[in-house]
């Protein structure tokens, strides 16, 4: 199954054209890093070392060798107790306000709409009341916010680099002009000292023609990649098709007959998400992949 989600992604790169764009997510395999004394320091990305190293501790580290997705470097996480406040492990594009009562302010310049960001982490929660997280956030020219997605990670050990992806919500149809990304080793209400989490390879994804545009010939469509509680498909081929939606680690979670005509199939089983979809005939000679944004 693995090996199938890795040909589902190298064909949707390939054909249907879905792009990543880089803009908003600086150094986004974490593989250039500056030293600091005797810490190294991810390039791009702000976190806590700054005003935790002279007591000698670090949240935000650099990880190697086999805690690494792909290329040398990954980012390493780590919540840790400083001078008895429970500090999460986090790193932004964003400046940090490191007083109370906290948060983030600025970003980096930005002007597309995303929808959809992916990455790969391993994690280490210490207990099930935690559990890290990503944050991706787009701001309007008032400092509102017009789309956002947080998507946090299970509150058990992943021990192996896993594929996260999250659709961006959109509140606005308004141009961001503003954006940041915030990775967090804990949740923001009950962290727990010594969770970590390891990300590598974030991205933003793009796919704004869609796969009805792209395949207009063939004779299967989704009539929208973005849904909710159903989805709509159209089998124009003269039989009886399926249609197949995997998850992001490639396990088959539905699979329907589509007759010949317009369909409409209930998705409300599935959890909000990303997922990969394939239309299977016999004898079909170019086969239909796509992606479907579960809101």
């Not at 589902?8 to 997510?25: P, R």
């Not at 791009?44 to 700054?50: G, M, T, Y």
């Not at 997705?69 to 980012?75: E, F, Q």
């Amino acid at each position: 199954m693995k090996k199938l989600y890795v040909i589902l992604v190298s064909i949707l790169s390939a054909h249907l054209s879905v792009q990543a764009q880089n803009a908003a997510t600086p150094n986004p395999g974490f593989e250039n890093w500056t030293q600091v004394g005797n810490r190294w320091d991810p390039n791009n990305w702000n976190n806590l070392n700054p005003s935790t190293a002279i007591i000698g501790i670090l949240t935000c580290t650099r990880a190697s060798g086999a805690d690494v997705h792909s290329g040398t470097y990954a980012i390493k996480l780590t919540t840790k107790n400083v001078f008895g406040v429970t500090a999460n492990g986090i790193a932004s594009t964003a400046t940090l306000i490191t007083t109370p009562p906290y948060g983030v302010t600025g970003g980096i310049p930005y002007t597309q709409r995303p929808d959809s960001i992916v990455g790969w982490y391993k994690a280490t929660p210490i207990s099930t009341a935690d559990s890290g997280f990503v944050q991706f956030v787009l701001l309007g020219a008032a400092n509102d916010t017009i789309g956002f997605v947080r998507q946090y990670f299970p509150n058990t050990p992943v021990a192996t680099y896993t594929r996260f992806s999250a659709p961006v919500v959109y509140s606005s149809g308004a141009t961001p002009v503003n954006s940041y990304w915030i990775l967090s080793s804990s949740n923001p209400t009950t962290p727990q000292v010594n969770s970590n989490i390891f990300i590598d390879d974030i991205d933003l994804i793009f796919n704004s023609s869609g796969i009805n545009e792209l395949n207009s010939q063939l004779p299967f469509h989704v009539v929208n990649s973005i849904v909710d509680a159903e989805v709509e498909v159209i089998n124009s081929s003269g039989r009886n098709a399926d249609f197949l939606i995997f998850d992001s680690t490639g396990k088959r979670v539905m699979s329907k007959s589509v007759p010949q005509g317009d369909a409409k199939l209930n998705l409300q089983h599935l959890n909000t998400g990303v997922y990969l979809y394939k239309f299977y005939q016999a004898g079909l000679t170019t086969p239909v992949y796509g992606k479907l944004i579960k809101l």
